[in-house]
């Protein structure tokens, strides 16, 4: 087992081949999370992050969670009270509405959304990006509008 000061090196390989993120699936993978659910999810014991149909490998942190998402997940109008999410494209594109702006972002692009601003990702494009949330409190911390 990995003492927990390990990192975990998550490539764009084992993004690209993990089950959760295949077309015709739910298109959302958590890596880090603030509260590991044991029935879908495990703490990592290996240095290098693989996908998996089973108890999908995680990182427990503090106040801070990070996920790989496409254009296959359920999106929502919403913001988080306390969380400050970074969100970056690794393939293709997104539109993104950040409090009725209109942002398109391309592969490499990053935007970051403070908390208490309202935003929706958009599925009408082809995509593979990550979101980091930070001072959150995980699920709880975030609200539908």
């Known amino acids: 087992m990995l003492k927990k000061s390990h990192p975990l090196l998550v490539t764009?390989?084992?993004?690209?081949?993990?089950?959760?993120?295949?077309p015709h699936s739910r298109g959302a993978r958590k890596i880090g999370v603030t509260t590991v659910y044991p029935d879908k999810e495990k703490e990592y014991?290996?240095?290098?992050?693989?996908?998996?149909?089973?108890?999908?490998?995680?990182m427990l942190l503090e106040s801070t969670e990070y996920a790989v998402f496409t254009e296959t997940t359920v999106q929502d109008r919403h913001f988080h009270k306390m969380g400050t999410e970074f969100y970056t494209i690794l393939e293709?594109?997104?539109?993104?509405?950040?409090?009725?702006?209109?942002?398109?972002?391309?592969?490499?692009?990053?935007?970051?959304?403070?908390?208490?601003?309202?935003?929706?990702?958009?599925?009408?494009?082809?995509?593979?990006a990550s979101v980091i949330t930070v001072h959150c409190g995980g699920i709880a911390d975030k609200y539908i509008e």
């Open 12 to 22: 764009i390989d084992s993004i690209r081949r993990d089950p959760a993120l295949q």
């Open 92 to 128: 293709g594109e997104f539109h993104i509405d950040v409090s009725g702006d209109l942002f398109q972002l391309t592969a490499g692009d990053s935007i970051v959304i403070p908390a208490g601003v309202v935003h929706e990702v958009f599925r009408d494009t082809s995509f593979v």
């Open 45 to 58: 014991s290996e240095p290098r992050w693989i996908g998996s149909d089973h108890e999908s490998p995680v």
